[in-house]
């Protein structure tokens, strides 16, 4: 398994401004993802974060608004970008390299925008 | 498109009674992974089934992989406090290089003492 980090754990911001998440994994993974999570609700994946190119989003997720970076195989960053407080909830990272298709997350960033 | 379709979605029970979660979709995976998660973390991987057929026990929780691996089930004997929180079912398709997951909608879960 592995061990994930993010920061800030929590934020509160104003609209129109932006905020980056950071994801730190304790070793090398093939895989990152971004998910999306409104409290005591499933999950809904943003975008892959791949290693050296440029990020997979899904529908409705486009690169202008959340922007991914992924310098290296154990660091991340996701960019929420002119929020509004649409965009308040709870933002998690995760990993996956094994081969059952596991992953392994972060704790959450919560992000309240007013 | 996959669809995990998880039930029931609430539910709230007497410390001491069982349940069972249920994870259905009308697709194959190769993995069904089941998660936990508490207010203000991240889920945690409570347990992986690969195989048709499979049952897993972790402690008073029993996991099992439906043999077509297309539904699970999560059942729980004699419920404590300490089980409530956020249940989440998870297929995969590890073929290749995707290692994306399918998620059910989740079940929260409350044991009152």
Redesign the interface.
């Known amino acids: 398994?592995a061990v994930?980090s993010q920061k800030p754990s929590r934020d509160i911001c104003q609209r129109g401004t932006s905020l980056t998440i950071q994801c730190q994994v304790d070793s090398q993974v093939?895989?990152m993802?971004w998910y999306r999570q409104q409290?005591?609700?499933?999950?809904t994946?943003i975008a892959?974060a791949n290693q050296g190119s440029e990020a997979t989003y899904e529908s409705g997720f486009v690169i202008d608004k959340f922007p991914i970076s992924r310098p290296n195989l154990t660091f991340s960053t996701l960019t929420v970008s002119n929020m509004s407080p649409e965009d308040s909830s709870i933002y998690?990272c995760?990993a996956?390299g094994g081969?059952?298709?596991?992953?392994?997350?972060?704790?959450?960033t919560?992000l309240t925008v007013l | 498109t996959q669809l995990l379709e998880q039930s029931p979605q609430f539910l709230s029970i007497q410390e001491g009674e069982n349940l069972t979660v249920y994870c259905n979709s009308s697709s194959v995976f190769s993995s069904l992974q089941w998660y936990r998660q508490e207010p203000g973390e991240g889920p945690v991987l409570l347990v992986t089934v690969v195989t048709g057929g499979e049952v897993k026990k972790l402690k008073r929780l029993t996991f099992q992989f439906g043999d077509a691996r297309k539904d699970s089930s999560l059942h729980i004997t004699a419920a404590q406090p300490g089980d409530t929180g956020l249940y989440l079912c998870a297929g995969a398709n590890s073929g290749g290089s995707n290692y994306k997951l399918t998620f059910g909608k989740g079940t929260l879960l409350t044991v009152n003492p």
Not at chain 1, 99 to 108: A, D, I, K
């Open positions: 398994s994930i093939t895989m993802f409290p005591g609700q499933s999950l994946l892959t998690l995760s996956a081969g059952g298709g596991e992953q392994f997350f972060g704790p959450g919560r």
